[in-house]
């Protein structure tokens, strides 16, 4: 079983700058597609960005040039560097790692709220 934990939300206006964290665990991260999702209020979840096992990523097109995904295999970890965020990017952001069709882990995902 793959356990996810996010962090780094929090309340920022308009234009700042969060970074999200997300912790999996197991020794075979570095072998993991791993994708940002998130979900407002009232509206489906959806994708942010993705990254693969070996660094390629892709973006939505509603973050594309002010988010970066990033991973770092020694720590376990993907990043989300989020800038010049609008109240739109206010969500829940979760991590997802898709072993396999239908077999797929979620964190329990962090607030990110952009309001001044």
């Known amino acids: 079983q793959v356990q996810l934990v996010e962090s780094g939300g929090g309340l920022v206006q308009p234009g700042g700058s969060l970074r999200l964290s997300c912790v999996v665990s197991?020794?075979?991260?570095?072998?993991?597609?791993i994708g940002w999702y998130r979900q407002a209020p009232g509206l489906s979840r959806e994708a942010v960005a993705a990254?693969?096992?070996?660094?390629?990523?892709n973006y939505a097109d509603s973050v594309k040039g002010r988010v970066t995904i990033s991973r770092d295999n020694a720590k376990n970890t993907v990043y989300l560097q989020m800038n010049s965020l609008k109240p739109e990017d206010t969500a829940v952001y979760y991590c997802?790692?898709?072993?396999?069709?239908?077999?797929?882990?979620w964190g329990r995902g962090t607030q990110v709220t952009v309001s001044s």
């Open positions: 990254i693969t096992s070996g660094g390629s990523t």
């Open positions: 997802n790692v898709q072993l396999a069709p239908g077999l797929g882990y």
């Open positions: 197991g020794k075979s991260f570095s072998r993991y597609d």
